[in-house]
């Protein structure tokens, strides 16, 4: 198989694994640290790279959890859920790691230019996973976009959190078949 091919098909063959289908399994750290790598070589106007990562595992996925979880119950005396608080105690205990996706903010720039680099940096991630055969998905749920929640990130007032990569085995190794509308529904091109 040629290059051109070979990047194809990778990236057709991409997926969003959820942690209902993670075996428990854990995931090398060697494969954590080459999906972080290849973060770091999105592109990034003038160089800013502004992707954050905050990676969590073993007893971090717990501390995670219990952050969230008292988060949502502090924030939410009224209206307080026992069963979305055990969810975000337990969730993260479903993944063999989890990577917080952290923005940081430089003035040189639009915002959208960062956001969309620090997007970038995920996809790298996400293909890397897929490469491996490795479950993930990129969520922005539970407390994602609070901004109280950003100093426990490592995240200034004027950065963002963009959300939390899970990782995990799958629990098989049939991977899920892939669907897209046609393209062609969704360009335009403009010749004369």
Request: aromatic fraction near 10%.
């Amino acid at each position: 198989m040629d290059f051109t091919t070979a990047v194809n098909d990778m990236i057709r063959d991409r997926r969003s694994i959820y942690t209902n289908m993670f075996s428990g399994e854990e995931v090398d750290d060697a494969i954590i640290e080459q999906m972080l790598e290849n973060a770091n070589w999105a592109p990034t106007h003038k160089l800013t790279e502004p992707w954050r990562f905050m990676v969590y595992k073993g007893e971090g996925l717990k501390k995670l959890g219990q952050f969230q979880a008292d988060f949502y119950k502090n924030k939410n005396q009224d209206s307080f859920d026992e069963g979305k608080y055990e969810k975000l105690l337990s969730k993260p205990l479903e993944c063999s790691h989890i990577i917080a996706i952290g923005m940081k903010r430089t003035p040189i720039l639009p915002e959208i230019e960062e956001v969309c680099a620090t997007a970038c940096a995920v996809q790298n991630m996400l293909l890397t996973a897929s490469a491996h055969k490795i479950g993930c998905y990129w969520s922005t749920g539970g407390i994602t976009f609070n901004e109280e929640v950003k100093p426990f990130f490592n995240l200034g007032e004027d950065d963002k959190l963009l959300g939390f990569l899970y990782i995990g085995m799958p629990k098989s190794d049939k991977w899920p078949k892939g669907r897209r509308k046609d393209i062609a529904d969704k360009v335009e091109w403009v010749v004369e």
